[in-house]
């Protein structure tokens, strides 16, 4: 009777009865008892999100090498919670030699970080100990900040620029990048209250969505460009400038706003000591600006659906890579509006901005130059401009789940890369930045389960996890559901969570409702596992009319691949299979009739590329 009973058991709780059951962490089982999401995919009816409108006057010194400001943030707390502490971040402290760093620095690096000269909250003042600070700072409150309330935080600040540029400092001794300038309110959410992770150098970022009324001063010759849409240009350029820039807001051709000899000569910008510059940008998760006494400046405009889109580059003239930039980015622009995601472009402006990066923002990209290498550089525009989508669209938590953004920005950067190069050149260029170097190492770290957190991976594990195992999941599932349906699931997250706050199980739970198919075990399989790519033929055999193959998926993802039946006489034969088959089993056996004499039976995944290739070929 024991071993009977036992036997039930193991039958009725059999792993596999449990296959489409997801790991939720308790704080996601919390946030649906709440009801702030939903297990449908979807906002709970109690679901809320913080938010500020930000008036930030910058003062940018270009002879020290400094940024001041002076901000009132209008802070929202929409949440039913009564804040007894604030959270303020500056992400520029990792520059400072007492904060945790992902990485070796050099001393060009270090900087003696973010200043407050003023800080205020609802009128009462605070002293704050700048040495205190890192990347945020917990600012225990004298007067609580009550649930719906609106809050009125005043900072007075200003920071030293570092040598070393990466997302942000000194480019030259011209031309600066202000990324992540200013201090700002970090995030409290309905899952995790205060974000209090640290920056790091190598993380991304999680930010409300927030509206922004910005200054930029600067001398004269400098030139400012910025997330959103410049308000003042009357103001700031000279007339034959001004009448240039303005042309390029309305039109297709790429116009030299601004051309080296008119920079040489001070022939750009208003001639006053100082100029200010206002940009204004709303429903954004930050605000960026670039500044240059030298770069020349390109511009052009690109028509979509429901409006014309302003494009900017800004460079040192003679870099080739990006003298093409405006071209490019039009193109990107309207490719991905119309195509993959297929969403239109969210914002009115996209500016590139020649730096050291290889990063994105609201609005803007600062990318490396690459001059030698054409098709390399498109591709760098292509990922980060595809990040306009994840993470900005939805404000993704990157920091916690990098692999929601920088996954499907792989993904869109693969998917125009064959509009633009053709598929043999897109799958070769492709390959060998992207794949090779994750499935060549057999290394424990590549294996980890994709949905680890971000911060709780480093080195190569980080890289990949972030990048193009989440970048195959997602298209992988384009193959199993097909352009149609997936485009409908996708589009369903996408709306849904447009200005708001997902996270890994709002998008498995979106992506099922959209299609309306339970992916869990696909989920499970990509994200939930230490899988990795292996396919291998165990057999290919006649039997009477039909050939007789099987096929053992080793490394455990569920990818598509191609049988590829060479016949005697040369004739080669393909029959695609997609992800499906490996739904409810490891192995797969499958009978094609065979009319003549079979030579070779080869599997051939394309970008999914095999870890063990020499068992992928069956000579009969």
């Given at each position: 009777?024991?071993?009977?009973?036992?036997?039930?058991?193991?039958?009725?709780?059999?792993?596999?009865?449990f296959a489409?059951?997801?790991y939720?962490?308790?704080?996601?089982?919390?946030?649906?008892?709440?009801?702030?999401?939903s297990?449908?995919?979807?906002?709970g009816?109690?679901?809320w999100?913080n938010r500020?409108d930000y008036s930030i006057?910058?003062?940018?010194d270009?002879?020290?090498?400094?940024?001041?400001?002076?901000?009132t943030?209008?802070?929202?707390?929409?949440?039913p919670?009564?804040?007894?502490?604030?959270?303020i971040?500056?992400?520029?402290?990792v520059?400072?030699?007492?904060?945790?760093?992902?990485s070796?620095?050099s001393?060009d690096?270090?900087?003696?970080?973010?200043?407050?000269?003023?800080?205020?909250?609802?009128?009462e003042?605070?002293?704050?100990?700048?040495?205190?600070?890192e990347?945020f700072?917990d600012?225990?409150?004298?007067?609580?900040?009550?649930?719906?309330s609106?809050?009125?935080i005043?900072?007075?600040w200003?920071y030293?620029?570092s040598k070393e540029?990466?997302?942000?400092g000194q480019?030259?001794?011209?031309?600066l990048?202000?990324?992540?300038a200013?201090?700002?309110?970090?995030?409290?959410?309905?899952?995790?209250?205060?974000?209090?992770?640290?920056?790091n150098?190598r993380?991304?970022?999680?930010?409300?969505f927030?509206?922004?009324?910005?200054?930029?001063?600067?001398?004269?010759?400098?030139?400012?460009?910025a997330t959103?849409?410049?308000?003042?240009p009357?103001e700031?350029?000279?007339p034959?400038?001004l009448?240039?820039?303005?042309k390029s807001?309305?039109?297709?051709e790429?116009?030299?706003?601004?051309?080296?000899p008119e920079?040489?000569?001070?022939?750009?910008t208003?001639q006053?000591p100082?100029?200010?510059?206002k940009?204004k940008?709303?429903?954004?998760?930050?605000?960026?600006?670039?500044?240059s006494?030298?770069?020349?400046w390109?511009?052009?405009?690109?028509?979509?659906q429901?409006?014309?889109?302003?494009v900017?580059?800004?460079?040192?003239?003679?870099?080739?890579?990006?003298?093409?930039?405006?071209?490019w980015?039009?193109?990107?622009i309207?490719?991905?509006s119309?195509n993959?995601?297929?969403?239109?472009?969210p914002?009115?402006t996209?500016?590139?901005f020649?730096?050291?990066?290889?990063m994105?923002?609201?609005?803007?990209?600062?990318?490396?130059a690459?001059?030698?290498n054409?098709?390399?550089?498109?591709?760098t525009?292509?990922?980060?401009?595809?990040?306009?989508?994840?993470?900005?669209f939805?404000?993704?938590?990157e920091?916690?789940y990098?692999?929601?953004?920088?996954?499907?920005?792989?993904?869109?950067e693969?998917?125009?890369g064959?509009?633009?190069?053709?598929?043999?050149?897109n799958d070769?260029m492709?390959?060998?930045?992207?794949?090779?170097?994750?499935?060549?190492?057999?290394?424990t770290?590549?294996d980890q389960?994709?949905?680890?957190l971000?911060t709780?991976?480093?080195?190569?594990?980080?890289?990949?996890?972030?990048?193009?195992?989440?970048?195959?999941?997602?298209l992988?599932?384009?193959d199993?559901?097909?352009?149609?349906?997936?485009?409908?699931a996708?589009?369903?997250y996408?709306?849904?969570?447009?200005?708001k706050?997902?996270?890994?199980?709002?998008?498995?739970?979106?992506?099922?409702a959209?299609?309306?198919q339970?992916l869990n075990?696909?989920?499970?399989?990509?994200f939930?596992?230490?899988?990795?790519?292996d396919?291998?033929l165990?057999?290919?055999?006649?039997?009477?009319?039909?050939?007789?193959?099987?096929?053992?998926?080793?490394?455990g993802?569920?990818?598509?691949?191609?049988?590829e039946?060479?016949?005697a006489?040369?004739?080669?034969?393909?029959?695609?299979?997609?992800?499906?088959?490996?739904?409810?089993?490891?192995?797969f056996?499958?009978?094609?009739?065979?009319?003549?004499k079979v030579?070779s039976?080869?599997?051939d995944?394309g970008i999914f590329?095999d870890?063990?290739?020499?068992d992928n070929?069956?000579?009969?």
């Amino acid at each position: 009777m024991n071993r009977l009973f036992v036997i039930f058991f193991l039958l009725i709780f059999s792993s596999d009865s449990f296959a489409q059951d997801l790991y939720i962490p308790r704080n996601i089982k919390l946030a649906y008892e709440k009801q702030t999401r939903s297990e449908d995919g979807k906002p709970g009816k109690n679901y809320w999100q913080n938010r500020g409108d930000y008036s930030i006057a910058f003062t940018v010194d270009p002879k020290s090498k400094t940024v001041a400001g002076d901000e009132t943030i209008v802070y929202a707390n929409n949440s039913p919670d009564t804040l007894k502490t604030v959270v303020i971040r500056f992400v520029n402290n990792v520059h400072k030699p007492t904060s945790p760093r992902n990485s070796k620095t050099s001393p060009d690096f270090l900087s003696d970080g973010l200043q407050i000269k003023a800080l205020s909250i609802n009128g009462e003042k605070y002293t704050l100990n700048s040495e205190d600070w890192e990347t945020f700072y917990d600012l225990k409150l004298k007067t609580a900040l009550l649930p719906k309330s609106k809050n009125t935080i005043k900072i007075i600040w200003q920071y030293p620029l570092s040598k070393e540029s990466g997302r942000e400092g000194q480019i030259d001794e011209n031309t600066l990048f202000g990324a992540y300038a200013y201090p700002r309110i970090s995030v409290y959410d309905d899952y995790n209250g205060w974000d209090k992770l640290p920056h790091n150098g190598r993380n991304e970022f999680y930010n409300d969505f927030n509206n922004y009324r910005v200054s930029v001063s600067v001398p004269r010759n400098y030139i400012v460009y910025a997330t959103g849409v410049l308000q003042n240009p009357e103001e700031v350029l000279q007339p034959a400038v001004l009448t240039k820039f303005k042309k390029s807001l309305t039109g297709n051709e790429i116009i030299h706003v601004a051309t080296a000899p008119e920079i040489r000569n001070g022939k750009v910008t208003a001639q006053k000591p100082v100029n200010t510059w206002k940009f204004k940008a709303e429903n954004i998760t930050d605000f960026t600006f670039g500044v240059s006494s030298s770069y020349v400046w390109d511009a052009s405009s690109v028509q979509l659906q429901t409006k014309r889109v302003s494009v900017q580059a800004t460079y040192n003239a003679g870099t080739a890579d990006f003298e093409k930039y405006v071209e490019w980015q039009k193109y990107c622009i309207k490719w991905f509006s119309e195509n993959w995601p297929g969403i239109e472009y969210p914002f009115p402006t996209m500016t590139a901005f020649q730096g050291f990066a290889d990063m994105e923002y609201p609005m803007m990209v600062n990318d490396t130059a690459i001059p030698d290498n054409l098709a390399d550089s498109r591709q760098t525009v292509d990922h980060e401009i595809a990040h306009t989508y994840f993470p900005f669209f939805m404000g993704i938590n990157e920091t916690r789940y990098a692999f929601m953004d920088e996954g499907w920005a792989t993904a869109l950067e693969y998917l125009i890369g064959e509009a633009e190069n053709g598929k043999t050149f897109n799958d070769k260029m492709f390959t060998d930045f992207r794949v090779k170097r994750y499935i060549n190492d057999p290394s424990t770290e590549e294996d980890q389960p994709v949905i680890s957190l971000s911060t709780q991976v480093s080195g190569i594990g980080y890289g990949n996890n972030s990048y193009i195992k989440p970048a195959f999941s997602y298209l992988a599932l384009k193959d199993l559901l097909g352009d149609d349906l997936f485009k409908k699931a996708l589009h369903h997250y996408m709306n849904t969570w447009q200005g708001k706050h997902p996270m890994p199980w709002d998008f498995f739970n979106s992506m099922n409702a959209g299609s309306g198919q339970d992916l869990n075990w696909f989920w499970n399989n990509w994200f939930f596992s230490n899988n990795y790519i292996d396919l291998k033929l165990n057999s290919a055999k006649i039997e009477g009319e039909n050939l007789i193959i099987s096929i053992e998926n080793v490394g455990g993802f569920a990818i598509p691949f191609e049988v590829e039946i060479t016949a005697a006489d040369g004739t080669v034969t393909k029959k695609h299979y997609t992800p499906e088959i490996w739904k409810t089993a490891k192995t797969f056996t499958t009978k094609t009739p065979a009319k003549m004499k079979v030579r070779s039976v080869k599997l051939d995944g394309g970008i999914f590329m095999d870890y063990t290739p020499k068992d992928n070929l069956f000579t009969l």
